[in-house]
């Protein structure tokens, strides 16, 4: 009977501990998504802040040899939408949602509420 019983228990203990798993592998699948969206986001911000760069070099050069020409203040015009574009994508997209918590949120705390269990099982 007490074999049947640590039997039980150890059966409980790896069917908890599978679910851990189960549960760190999806967090794992959803943080390497959270992770590439990111970097895609981070990319296009730093492709705008790029371009708004070179379009402000363009306008300082033509404008300091032709002033009076509004060709510069064309390239002025994309230096500021460029560079606003890429603070908007930014500030937008590249940012982690707050709404989804903190990394591995639900491992942890499924961990923690699992060892007290454990301990509860074993004193």
Request: some cysteine.
């Amino acid at each position: 009977m007490e074999n049947t019983l640590v039997s039980g228990t150890l059966e409980r203990v790896l069917s908890l501990l599978e679910d851990h798993v189960e549960l760190a592998h999806l967090e794992y699948r959803f943080e390497s998504d959270q992770a590439r969206r990111e970097a895609a986001f981070c990319g296009a911000a730093v492709l705008c802040a790029f371009l708004g760069f070179t379009f402000l070099q363009i306008a300082l050069i033509i404008g300091l040899l032709r002033i009076g020409i509004p060709l510069y203040v064309l390239c002025l015009f994309f230096s500021v939408f460029y560079g606003c574009a890429g603070v908007f994508i930014y500030h937008r997209y590249g940012k982690r949602d707050p709404r989804v918590g903190e990394p591995f949120q639900g491992t942890r705390e499924e961990a923690g509420k699992s060892l007290r269990w454990i301990h509860q099982l074993l004193s």
